[in-house]
């Protein structure tokens, strides 16, 4: 088991940077390919970029790509989205989600979720 807790989010205007983080414990979290997703109001969750046990590789949605950096620390048990030029489109709960190993876009196939973190994004 993995348990992941968010923190950053909060409001920022359109233009503008956040980073948000989140904090594994539980299972060797350098086993652990780690993953952003989102939901928007009214919308299913989206994929937003994962990145492998060793940070080496990342994979990024189209719609932040340019925009969003994934990053990992393991000797912190952390993991974090860096996002610049955000745009009200952006706004949504940000969700922390692990899995054993493979990269996927699909939200079925990630074991291991947090709460959630609120970024709202005004124009």
């Known amino acids: 088991q993995v348990q992941l807790v968010e923190s950053g989010g909060g409001l920022v205007q359109a233009g503008g940077s956040l980073r948000v983080s989140c904090a594994a414990s539980?299972?060797?979290?350098?086993?652990?390919?780690m993953g952003w997703f989102r939901q928007a109001p009214g919308k299913e969750r989206e994929f937003v970029a994962a990145?492998?046990?060793?940070?080496?590789?990342?994979y990024s949605a189209n719609s932040v790509k340019g925009r969003f950096t994934i990053s990992r620390d393991n000797a912190k048990n952390a993991v974090y989205l860096q996002m610049n030029s955000l745009t009200p489109e952006d706004t949504a709960v940000y969700y922390c989600?692990?899995?054993?190993?493979?990269?996927?876009?699909?939200?079925?196939?990630?074991?291991?979720w947090g709460q959630g973190t609120q970024v709202t994004v005004s124009s």
């Open positions: 989600v692990g899995r054993t190993w493979g990269y996927s876009d699909h939200s079925r196939d990630w074991a291991y």
């Open positions: 539980g299972r060797t979290f350098s086993k652990t390919v």
């Open positions: 990145i492998s046990w060793s940070g080496a590789t990342t």
